[in-house]
């Protein structure tokens, strides 16, 4: 739903009210047509619509009737709505009404997926597979990083998305290593690796995939060396995923595995992160793994160029291996399963040209 929008109770029917900008001609010539009054019934299957405009006479008509108002006054939101109802609060007696975040009850019923829900997941997804198998034809010693971003963004709209997710990582050489690097400026060479963590977004919800390839087609011995560590690392946190567990204890578990092997210490950041409507969506490290949760798990290992503590063929390497997890009742899945990751399907395929780009 747009930022024009604006939901509430009409507590009289227990039923919802959207407040919506009306039509106006004018207007959307400039902008684009508005669904309207009567649009979002008919578009959006809501029983009752009203003007934008409405939503304060509305709201202080309601607050003599009820003892608790759910709000999500602080969270962003581009509209300003959050300062319309701040503004009636501050000025209304609330003494007797209790006042909650509305993510109290939305982010458990978020939390747990739809069948819908996973279709547009896996969606997401699939079309971000897609992208990074284009990225693996093309990449090559002298492209730039963002020639590499702009492959995989074309893909998804190719596909049918509507955007990134969230701003594409594609780190090459010493870039590699910077966890959240978006610059996406440096021409890449011979021997570097390149992490692409990157995700489509398909009707609202987002895919979260990392990969991370040598951009001269073949790994070398130490960069195959770690990138095996990283793989088996996934892996055994996959294999203990259990339902009632949190992703504090999925983070522990691949520390450990990375520690046996010396490599602990360059896991610097977590295992993974609830995964929907937003890249890291609701829910916390503590928040147990449900029936219908979407997980990433996404070990790692970073280690600086400068870094002299480590034998000097490791330094500079940077690896992330990011895929996406839905518990299901009769255990974990890999929602992601099609997305090559191991070291000689990788190789295999970036001897291939490019189907989509030349």
Not at 248 to 262: A, V
Request: net charge negative.
């Amino acid at each position: 739903i747009s930022n024009d929008l604006l939901s509430a109770t009409n507590l009289d029917s227990n039923n919802e009210i959207l407040f919506v900008l009306p039509r106006n001609p004018k207007i959307e010539v400039w902008t684009g047509r508005r669904l309207g009054i009567e649009g979002v019934k008919r578009e959006l299957g809501f029983n009752s619509s009203e003007p934008v405009d409405s939503f304060e006479v509305r709201l202080k008509n309601l607050l003599p009737s009820i003892d608790t108002l759910y709000t999500n006054i602080t969270s962003p939101n581009r509209s300003g709505i959050p300062v319309i109802i701040t503004d009636i609060l501050d000025n209304y007696d609330l003494t007797n009404i209790e006042q909650k975040s509305v993510g109290d009850f939305t982010h458990s019923m978020r939390h747990v997926k739809t069948d819908e829900e996973v279709m547009f997941l896996q969606k997401a997804i699939d079309i971000t597979g897609e992208a990074l198998k284009e990225a693996m034809m093309l990449t090559k010693p002298g492209l730039k990083e963002n020639n590499i971003e702009a492959a995989i963004e074309f893909i998804y709209r190719d596909f049918g998305c509507e955007r990134p997710g969230f701003p594409s990582i594609i780190g090459s050489g010493p870039n590699s290593t910077i966890l959240h690097y978006i610059k996406n400026n440096r021409m890449m060479e011979e021997g570097d690796l390149l992490l692409m963590d990157v995700g489509a977004e398909y009707n609202m919800y987002t895919a979260d995939i990392s990969r991370t390839i040598p951009v001269n087609g073949r790994y070398s011995e130490p960069q195959a060396e770690l990138y095996s560590y990283v793989l088996e690392a996934q892996q055994t946190v996959f294999d203990s995923v259990r339902v009632g567990m949190t992703i504090k204890d999925l983070n522990m578990i691949g520390k450990e595995y990375l520690s046996e092997r010396g490599f602990g210490k360059y896991f610097i950041h977590g295992i993974g992160h609830w995964l929907g409507l937003d890249v890291h969506d609701v829910g916390g490290r503590q928040t147990a793994i449900k029936t219908g949760s979407v997980f990433t798990i996404e070990p790692g290992i970073y280690i600086s160029e400068d870094d002299t503590t480590v034998d000097e063929r490791y330094r500079g390497i940077g690896i992330r291996i990011e895929d996406v997890v839905l518990m299901t009742e009769d255990g974990p899945v890999w929602l992601s399963k099609k997305i090559p990751k191991k070291i000689k399907e990788i190789e295999r395929i970036m001897r291939r040209k490019a189907k989509r780009i030349r």
